[in-house]
C-alpha cells in the first residue's frame, strides 16, 4: 500500500505533551518526514530522518519510528504550535512520494 | 538565501493549459531533487511531480500523461507544464526541494473553471 494514515485531529493542554502517529506500509522501508502548516501558510520541514530537526526548529519537536508508524512528539506544546500536521514518505517504489492526509493540532 | 518563488497560476478554462514556474536562489535546482506538491482548497497536500538531479521524473497517478516536470538550468528555475486542465486540478501549487521538502515556496493558486 502506499498510503499514510493519521488521525484527523488531536488536542492537548498547554504544556503537555502530544503524539501525532502516521502509519502506513512505506515506513517499514522509509523513513516519515514531518510537516508543520499554519493557515495561508506553505508548510515548514520540522522533522526527517530518523529524528532530525532542520535549523531553527525548537528542540520540543522529535521523531520516532517503529514497524509500520512514524511519530511525531511534541513535548511542552505551545500555543503556537497549533497547525496542521502532514507526515510523508517515499512510496513502495522509492520514487514517488505520498502523504498522510493531516492531523488537525489543537492546542487547549 | 535559499529560496523558492513560484509563479504562473491562474484562472484558466477546463481542457486548457498553463506553465508554472519555480525560480530558486541560494542553491542549484539541477543538483537537488525537486519537486511539485498542491493543495486543494481545504484538502491536504498531494505529491504531484519529481524530478531527480539526473533528469528522471515520476508523476502521481492523477496528472500521468497531462502534466510535464522540467527545469531550466541557466535560468534556475523549475517548471510544471500543465495540459488538459480538470476543475479537480484546482489547487495551490508548491515547489519544494529535496526529497525531505525542506524549502518550500510561497505557492501559486491554479484555479480551473468555466
Known amino acids: 500500500s502506499s498510503e499514510l494514515t493519521q488521525d484527523p485531529a488531536v488536542s492537548v493542554a498547554l504544556g503537555q505533551t502530544v503524539r501525532i502517529t502516521c502509519q502506513g506500509d512505506?515506513?517499514?522501508?522509509?523513513?516519515a518526514s514531518w510537516y508543520q502548516q499554519k493557515p495561508g501558510q506553505a508548510p515548514v520541514l520540522v522533522i526527517y530522518?530518523?529524528?532530525n530537526r532542520p535549523s531553527g526548529i525548537p528542540d520540543r519537536f522529535s521523531g520516532s519510528s517503529s514497524g509500520n508508524t512514524a511519530s511525531l512528539t511534541i513535548t511542552g506544546a505551545q500555543a503556537e504550535d497549533e497547525a496542521d500536521y502532514y507526515c510523508?514518505?517515499?512510496?513502495?517504489?522509492?520514487?514517488?512520494?505520498?502523504f498522510g492526509g493531516g492531523t488537525k493540532l489543537t492546542v487547549l | 538565501e535559499v529560496q523558492l518563488v513560484e509563479s504562473g497560476g491562474g484562472l484558466i478554462q477546463p481542457g486548457g493549459s498553463l506553465r508554472l514556474s519555480c525560480a530558486a536562489s541560494?542553491?542549484?535546482?539541477?543538483?537537488?531533487?525537486m519537486s511539485w506538491v498542491r493543495q486543494a482548497p481545504g484538502k491536504g497536500l498531494e505529491w504531484v511531480s519529481v524530478?531527480?538531479?539526473?533528469?528522471?521524473?515520476y508523476y502521481a497517478d492523477s496528472v500521468k500523461g497531462r502534466f510535464t516536470i522540467s527545469r531550466d538550468n541557466s535560468k534556475n528555475t523549475l517548471y510544471l507544464q500543465m495540459n488538459s486542465l480538470r476543475a479537480e486540478d484546482t489547487a495551490v501549487y508548491y515547489c519544494?526541494?529535496?526529497?525531505?521538502?525542506?524549502?518550500w515556496g510561497q505557492g501559486t493558486m491554479v484555479t480551473v473553471s468555466s
Open positions: 524530478i531527480y538531479s539526473g533528469g528522471s521524473t
Open positions: 510523508n514518505s517515499r512510496d513502495s517504489s522509492g520514487n514517488h512520494l505520498v
Open positions: 541560494g542553491f542549484t535546482v539541477s543538483s537537488n531533487y
Open positions: 512505506s515506513l517499514r522501508t522509509y523513513y
Open positions: 530522518g530518523k529524528n
Open positions: 519544494a526541494r529535496d526529497y525531505r521538502l525542506d524549502i
